[in-house]
């Protein structure tokens, strides 16, 4: 019986592959908290440094792990890194010893156009009795999608005030009586549309933020003698670009001055 049980013990003692799925069901006890740092999506072809911990379950320092990956490669950066191997697929990580709760290596992201990794992983935190009982883990299954194609961040330019629409000319003063309309030219080399730039109205250099977004400022937002600047920050609603001030600012003047 014993013989036939010992290399069972040094399995798990030593690590066991290819298990994450099914969690750490030959122990029982109780429960533990995982932490893992995965990234939410991949770049084809990149190397990440993972690490994995448990906490909680029982009191002390004894613990093992296991993670399968579908796609990529697992690696250790170094020889026997925080005691972790890695099979001949590298597919499956696990610990050489039970000595730890945390546990770092490499996971090198499949090539472009692979799609969803999936992830399992289990941990556990053993009470260091050479049996079963009395452990606690638990297990997760994650997927790491591929990122998409990143976004490039639209610009503005050319911007200015006038006191009319269409108007190419950039004013200096507007009688009180008149509305003042922003311009700006909005390019973005995605080719993606304006949306969400945000419009910002200043007088003297404070941003009145009753007039935000507001494209035509209406002659009853101004008062004779104040001195207004508009910002343009581009947006094409999915990155903000780089925020640019009116070229001009204009005093509202009466028409005796």
């Known amino acids: 019986f014993m013989v036939l049980t010992l290399p069972t013990m040094e399995g798990k003692q030593n690590g066991i592959h290819n298990q994450a799925g099914s ?25 990440y440094s993972i690490q994995i911990s448990v906490s909680g379950g029982v009191s002390g320092n004894n613990g093992g792990f296991n993670v399968v990956v579908d796609k990529g490669t697992l690696s250790t950066p170094g020889v026997g890194i925080m005691s972790v191997k890695i099979d001949s697929s590298g597919q499956s ?7 730890y709760r945390s546990w770092s290596f490499d996971w090198t992201a499949p090539s472009s156009g692979s799609g969803t990794t999936n992830v399992d992983i289990a941990v556990l935190t053993a ?68 949306s969400g730039t945000q419009i910002r109205w200043m007088k003297g250099g404070t941003t009145i933020s009753q007039y935000n977004n507001v494209n035509q400022l209406s002659q009853s937002a101004t008062s004779i003698g104040d001195i207004w600047t508009v910002s343009i920050t581009p947006s094409d609603g999915t990155d903000l670009g780089t925020t640019v001030t009116s070229s001009n600012s204009v005093e509202i003047i009466d028409y005796d001055t």
């Open 127 to 194: 009470n260091g009795n050479g049996g079963s009982s009395g452990d606690g883990w638990t297990s997760n299954s994650i997927t790491v999608p591929e990122a998409g194609p990143s976004n490039t961040a639209p610009t503005a330019s050319n911007v200015y005030i006038s006191d009319t629409v269409d108007s190419s000319t950039a004013i200096s003063q507007a009688y009180y009586d008149v509305d003042l309309l922003s311009n700006y030219v909005f390019y973005d080399a995605d080719g993606d549309a304006d």
């Open 23 to 47: 969690g750490c069901s030959c122990h029982y006890g109780s429960s533990a908290t995982l932490s893992e740092n995965f990234p939410s999506t991949y770049t084809g072809g990149q190397t």
């Open 93 to 99: 990580a696990t610990h050489t010893t039970n000595s």
